[in-house]
T-cell receptor, first 116, second 115 residues
Framework: GAGVSQSPSNKVTEKGKDVELRCDPISGHTALYWYRQRLGQGLEFLIY????????KSGLPSDRFSAERTGESVSTLTIQRTQQEDSAVYLCASSPRLAGSTDTQYFGPGTRLTVL | AQSVAQPEDQVNVAEGNPLTVKCTYSVSGNPYLFWYVQYPNRGLQFLLK??????LVKGSYGFEAEFNKSQTSFHLKKPSALVSDSALYFCAVRVQNTGGFKTIFGAGTRLFVKA
């Protein structure tokens, strides 16, 4: 079946512009994560949606970052007034949240954001 | 605080030699532990996990990991490294949070296997 998809695959924007990144999780996966990965670095947790519960936003680096998810489907990560330091690959992952699930995550290919 | 640590930024090993990538954790309750791998120019993918049972877990590509409760470790191992194993490896642990649980990742360890 289809895996996690993300769009666009690449985004180049000018400093100060807003960007929207999209994630389509695997159908039926109720948990969805956003991460940021700077070049050659580890994963930085941003936000986590778990079904209908309030999202865990503890990783968002500033109020310029926000994310939404409609039900158990698509999620969008929005970065307002982008800065050069926002340049990174943004990864989305989804996980089934069945009873007894171990939370194994399935990652999308990422969106590479470059802020000029 | 619940956390996971990978003490080595980089591990270098010669092809054919055994490899170990270290991971330690701090969680409340029984841990669910994972290893993920990120090959160059490819996405992150699941490698193996420990939930319960046998402390030695076998995963993809000949990798295995040993859960050690007393040392709170979950080191990744392979008896004979291949050049193609060169990648970025992430250890992860499932932790409790408000409303359920979530997974946190270590900083990653870059493995270089030389021919």
């Amino acid at each position: 079946g289809a895996g996690v998809s993300q769009s666009p695959s690449n985004k180049v924007t000018e400093k100060g512009k807003d960007v929207e990144l999209r994630c389509d999780p695997i159908s039926g996966h109720t948990a969805l994560y956003w991460y940021r990965q700077r070049l050659g670095q580890g994963l930085e947790f941003l936000i986590y949606f778990q079904g209908n519960s309030a999202p865990d936003k503890s990783g968002l680096p500033s109020d310029r970052f926000s994310a939404e998810r409609t039900g158990e489907s698509v999620s969008t990560l929005t970065i307002q007034r982008t800065q050069q330091e926002d340049s990174a690959v943004y990864l989305c992952a989804s996980s089934p949240r069945l009873a007894g699930s171990t939370d194994t995550q399935y990652f999308g290919p990422g969106t590479r954001l470059t802020v000029l | 605080a619940q956390s996971v640590a990978q003490p080595e930024d980089q591990v270098n090993v010669a092809e054919g030699n055994p490899l170990t990538v270290k991971c330690t954790y701090s969680v409340s309750g029984n841990p669910y532990l994972f290893w993920y791998v990120q090959y160059p120019n490819r996405g992150l993918q699941f490698l193996l996990k420990y939930i319960t049972g046998d402390n030695l877990v076998k995963g993809s590509y000949g990798f295995e990991a040993e859960f050690n409760k007393s040392q709170t470790s979950f080191h990744l191992k392979k008896p004979s490294a291949l050049v193609s194993d060169s990648a970025l490896y992430f250890c992860a642990v499932r932790v409790q949070n408000t409303g359920g649980f979530k997974t946190i990742f270590g900083a990653g360890t870059r493995l270089f296997v030389k021919a």
